[in-house]
């Protein structure tokens, strides 16, 4: 199957392995933020408002798979609490996030050019920096060049690529026939 783009700008191979990696078409628009060692999508980016106008937070979206595996069994170890314990207990840390989440909140009113109607949420939502929700959500922020300290720990206990380009069967699904 040959890349080539569709009506709004998406490549047709992207389209179709973010379509399998989240188990649905994401929602519009959206595009490839961050790209792993194999070149297939990792984490897609959204404006915080749908096609519809319906607001939606999450600037950075975790999309690769093998990522959001590790990320649920260290949520479901419980990563969560320990990831908002280490930013009550270190004034540092605590500080450090704060500055991610206003960042990410600054990056998220530049893709929505100035009028963002998420603007007294940040990272996974939330209306308070200090406290911890999606670890995915961190680390999609962490992995799209924010200096998240949640999502920097939480990536430091994986293996960041998949070992045998796992996406590149995507683009042989029935699935990719249907979207190409």
Known sequence: MTSHGDETGLDVMDATIVAAQVGRAPRSPWRVAVR???N??????????????????TLF????PWLVEG???????????????????DPD????????DATYRSLRSQEA????PCASVGI??????LKTKCLHAHAAAFLAG??????????SHLNLDCPDDACAKYLSSPQAEEIS
Not at 93 to 100: D, K, Q, T, V
């Open 61 to 64: 979206w975790l999309s690769c």
């Open 93 to 100: 840390l605590a500080g450090r996030m704060a500055r991610a």
């Open 113 to 116: 050019r100035g009028d963002d």
């Open 146 to 155: 924010i200096d998240d300290p949640v999502g920097e720990e939480v990536l």
């Open 71 to 89: 990320i649920s069994r260290i949520e479901s170890d419980g990563g969560v609490a320990q990831s908002a314990a280490r930013l009550a207990a």
């Open 36 to 38: 792993c060692g194999h």
């Open 124 to 129: 996974a939502g939330l209306r308070d920096s």
């Open 40 to 57: 297939r999508p990792r984490v897609i980016a959204t404006p915080p408002s749908l096609v519809d106008g319906t607001p939606f937070p």
